[in-house]
């Protein structure tokens, strides 16, 4: 199975998203490609990236994969988690449109307080600044999400490959997947500076967990062959036996009509 990964690195803009690629090919993004295409998988780890992809209804039509995800009854008590929050200092709280027309199959989610109280629930909410917030997600129970059982507490790229070959993908060619040495910023940075009150927020690229995470993934999964296509010039190179680097143009022959 021949699978087209996309990362939000810079590099990827060499790309052109809406390029006709062979049948056989299956896509998976990470996060904000949602706004530019669509892929036949879309991950995300981040809650808040995860209520922006339900608001805009791309899950109702488009499979996706959210990492602790899970949608709890109607009868949960909504205001009795606000005062929780309110009770912490946390007084923002962002909550999609509920439609009642599906009466009792609406579904709400929420979140663990911080990333190390995981509490089984859907993540969506948050203490630390500047990310200080509550999501609150209302579901009809038409989206097409899986829970990511594993792979956890990664990153949205690093998620998606290990699913990817979970998934059996034997050849993958990775795009804008940057590791610099130095912080570089994501591709929908403008989207993203919406979370932190509009103030720059580079993204520092050169993270040894990140960098772990693919190394495990490229060892565990040893008959997979990775492509990994120009990427930043900085990006840290791996020596993997069943890794390989290429060129836009030459990945374009390959995989494009």
Known sequence: MRTVLYGNGKSRLKWDLKQNLHDDIITWGCNRIYNDTVVDNLVAVDYWVQHDIVE?????????????????????????LKDQYSAQGCNRFIENTRNDSYGSTSKLTYGVVDNTNKAGKVVSGRLQPPLEALYITWVDGTELIKNVDFPVEWSSGSTAIHLACQQGAKEIYLMGFDLGSYPINNV????????????????????????????????????????????????????MNNLTYDTYENIRRKICR
């Open 188 to 239: 929908y940075e403008d989207i993203q500076n919406k979370f932190f009150d509009n103030n720059p927020h580079r993204v520092n690229v050169n993270r040894p967990d990140w960098i772990g995470q693919i190394k495990t993934v490229m060892k565990e999964f040893r008959d997979t062959q990775f492509i990994w296509v120009e990427p930043d010039r900085d990006t840290v190179k791996f020596d």
């Open 56 to 80: 805009s209804g791309y899950a109702h039509k488009n499979k996706c994969w959210f990492s602790d995800w899970e949608v709890l009854p109607m009868e949960y008590d909504v205001q009795h």
